[in-house]
């Protein structure tokens, strides 16, 4: 897949400096650059990259003037980074810009999708199943009975969604995400054994929700496990059953919610955290990668530590923790002599 400059400054609103003909065909870093490539310029530290690079197109900020000679061709925009953010997403939606159903895949009869969809080989669509226009479930993805998905969704390869699921518009589903499976219920019997008791809800996801590779999130008990609209969960995150997971929080790799577990909109959480069950988080709460939050936490609170507490209240504590081994020696020291003193 190919680009002119003039395509290029034509997608961006940007003013070309250099051969407008020139072609690229891959993205790289601009000190990594070689012939072909589009890259840019937005931070000054790599401002020395641009006269070594071999990239044939660099996108530059539009007060960029360069001292010397260069031999790539410059595009000129408003604001670099942003430009070629958007750049890559334009790309990013012609390269995935697939329709049509591959074989062998199998669609039920009772299921229905809408316009341009792209269905991959090798995928399963199970009985009243409904699926929107736009949407891209690619190869080896599981749609369970039941499942609702919205417009412009995608699902990539490897996928399950359980049935029952209900998955709004604008979603991201990465491969290897199990969505709907029974959630972590078992009561203790007389004989030692545990019993299963049945997990009879559902998952709900909301619109623009992410959801990174290896990603569980269990079905409810009873009701629904909701992750609402805007929700951002990287790669291998556990969501138990009946957890709520509110607007635009977002949730980095390794974090365990344990069942019932209800937290705000606005949150950031790190990676590694583990919160216990039954739990009310608030809204804006910033918890900080390897914590242990085993209590309630109030709007806005910054937390660390396992067991977590306050932020600000940790950092003063670590200067006394890494001291602990002098402190030991200090107050071994002044016992010895006390004791020499009696």
């Given at each position: 897949?190919?680009?002119?400059?003039?395509?290029?400054?034509?997608?961006?609103?940007?003013?070309?400096?250099?051969?407008?003909?020139?072609?690229?065909?891959?993205?790289?870093?601009?000190?990594?650059?070689?012939?072909?490539?589009?890259?840019?310029?937005?931070?000054?530290?790599?401002?020395?990259?641009?006269?070594?690079?071999?990239?044939?197109?660099?996108?530059?900020?539009?007060?960029?003037?360069?001292?010397?000679?260069?031999?790539?061709?410059?595009?000129?925009?408003?604001?670099?980074?942003?430009?070629?953010?958007?750049?890559?997403?334009?790309?990013?939606?012609?390269?995935?810009?697939?329709?049509?159903?591959?074989?062998?895949?199998?669609?039920?009869?009772?299921?229905?999708?809408?316009?341009?969809?792209?269905?991959?080989?090798?995928?399963?669509?199970?009985?009243?199943?409904?699926?929107?226009?736009?949407?891209?479930?690619?190869?080896?993805?599981?749609?369970?009975?039941?499942?609702?998905?919205?417009?412009?969704?995608?699902?990539?390869?490897?996928?399950?969604?359980?049935?029952?699921?209900?998955?709004?518009?604008?979603?991201?589903?990465?491969?290897?995400?199990?969505?709907?499976?029974?959630?972590?219920?078992?009561?203790?019997?007389?004989?030692?054994?545990?019993?299963?008791?049945?997990?009879?809800?559902?998952?709900?996801?909301?619109?623009?929700?992410?959801?990174?590779?290896?990603?569980?999130i269990d079905r409810a008990t009873l009701g629904s496990t909701i992750i609402r609209k805007g929700?951002?969960?990287?790669?291998?995150?556990?969501?138990?059953?009946?957890?709520?997971?509110?607007?635009?929080?977002?949730?980095?790799?390794?974090?365990?919610?344990?069942?019932?577990?209800?937290?705000?909109?606005?949150?950031m959480i790190g990676g590694q955290v583990g919160i216990v069950g039954h739990l009310t988080i608030?809204?804006?709460?910033?918890?900080?990668?390897?914590?242990?939050?085993?209590?309630?936490?109030?709007?806005?609170?910054?937390?660390?530590?396992?067991?977590?507490?306050?932020?600000?209240?940790?950092?003063?504590?670590?200067?006394?923790?890494?001291?602990?081994?002098?402190?030991?020696?200090?107050?071994?020291?002044?016992?010895?002599?006390?004791?020499?003193?009696?």
């Open positions: 897949m190919k680009f002119t400059a003039s395509q290029i400054a034509g997608i961006l609103e940007g003013d070309i400096i250099g051969d407008p003909d020139v072609e690229v065909s891959k993205l790289a870093k601009i000190e990594e650059g070689t012939e072909g490539d589009l890259t840019f310029l937005a931070n000054p530290k790599y401002k020395p990259h641009i006269y070594t690079t071999r990239a044939s197109i660099t996108i530059v900020n539009k007060e960029f003037e360069a001292e010397t000679g260069l031999s790539t061709t410059l595009i000129k925009v408003e604001d670099a980074y942003k430009a070629f953010s958007r750049l890559l997403e334009y790309y990013n939606q012609v390269k995935m810009n697939k329709t049509g159903i591959e074989q062998p895949s199998h669609i039920s009869d009772s299921a229905r999708y809408g316009e341009n969809i792209y269905l991959g080989a090798f995928s399963y669509i199970g009985d009243h199943v409904r699926i929107g226009d736009n949407c891209k479930i690619y190869p080896n993805a599981y749609i369970g009975d039941n499942v609702s998905i919205g417009d412009n969704v995608t699902i990539f390869a490897g996928a399950k969604v359980y049935s029952e699921t209900v998955i709004g518009n604008h979603c991201v589903i990465h491969g290897g995400v199990v969505i709907g499976a029974d959630g972590f219920g078992f009561t203790p019997e007389e004989n030692g054994q545990y019993k299963k008791v049945p997990q009879t809800g559902n998952v709900i996801l909301e619109d623009y929700v992410d959801i990174g590779a290896g990603t569980t929700v951002k969960l990287d790669n291998q995150i556990q969501v138990a059953h009946n957890v709520e997971i509110g607007e635009n929080t977002v949730i980095a790799a390794q974090t365990g919610i344990a069942g019932s577990t209800k937290i705000g909109k606005n949150c608030g809204d804006r709460v910033k918890i900080q990668a390897q914590s242990g939050i085993s209590r309630n936490v109030q709007d806005d609170e910054a937390l660390q530590g396992s067991p977590a507490f306050n932020l600000g209240d940790f950092n003063k504590s670590y200067v006394h923790f890494k001291n602990l081994p002098k402190l030991a020696q200090t107050i071994h020291q002044l016992d010895k002599k006390r004791n020499d003193n009696e």
